[in-house]
């Protein structure tokens, strides 16, 4: 099990930084890094914060040693809290509970942020439960996403979100976001599916169809309204098409 300073160490020489510019980074001398590096010294405990945001991890990342990427945990985590049925009162706290505990665990996962992002806005408009301050966590959440993400369709999914719950109050920011939102000429399934093959053919063409069906479900929650029975057919749908026990097992493609 690597110590506290073997992991300063690799995550300094990973990101090609000298000792000294991390010292310098950390308000401390070289040798007091150096020392952490041998192990013949540790390093404060509210430097542990500040180490960890400067190489991008999390602090469980500097003190434990599970064998598992950040992104495997806060993926564990999104799965256990996914287990609490969020269509009763009890469910849907538990589950803000267990990804609100995670995003304090794990501050930087743009996953976490949009997940509770729109767990909130749920509570807020389908659920109407009293979310005191959850409106200006969403638009938090959200900004952050659209900045720090790498990840198109989180940003995307940021953007949507952002432009809901900024209605009626800052149409200025709908409009600079929905600006830089793709056009629905071409969507990326649309096109890509047609370089796959086999079942993978299948996924691009789920991944189309899931497209087009969340696109269709938007225009008409803005034509009437959304509404629990219009939710309750888009999800069945969805769910339908997305059991693989049902695809065809053959390749398809190979005589067109």
Known sequence: MMKIGQKIKYFREKMGVTQGHLAEILNVSTQAVSKWETSSAYPDITLLPIIAEYFNVSCDALLTDSGKTE??????????????????????FARVAALEDALERYPRSCRLMLELAYLYSAG????????????????????????????????????????????????????????????????RPALVYHGYEGEKKYEGMYDYFSELLDTSHSILCCLIGGNRELDEMYRKIKDFASNREMWPDRQIGAGE
């Open 71 to 92: 992104k495997e945990i806060v993926e564990g985590l999104l799965a256990e809290a996914e287990r609490q049925d969020v269509t009763t009162k009890s469910g849907y």
């Open 124 to 187: 807020i408009g389908e659920l109407g439960f009293e979310m005191q301050g959850r409106r200006e966590k969403i638009i938090e959440y959200c900004e952050r996403v659209c900045e720090k993400s790498d990840v198109l369709r989180e940003k995307y999914d940021a953007m949507t979100l952002l432009c809901y719950t900024y209605s009626g109050t800052d149409n200025e920011r709908i409009i600079e976001l929905a600006k830089q939102m793709p056009e629905i000429y071409q969507s």
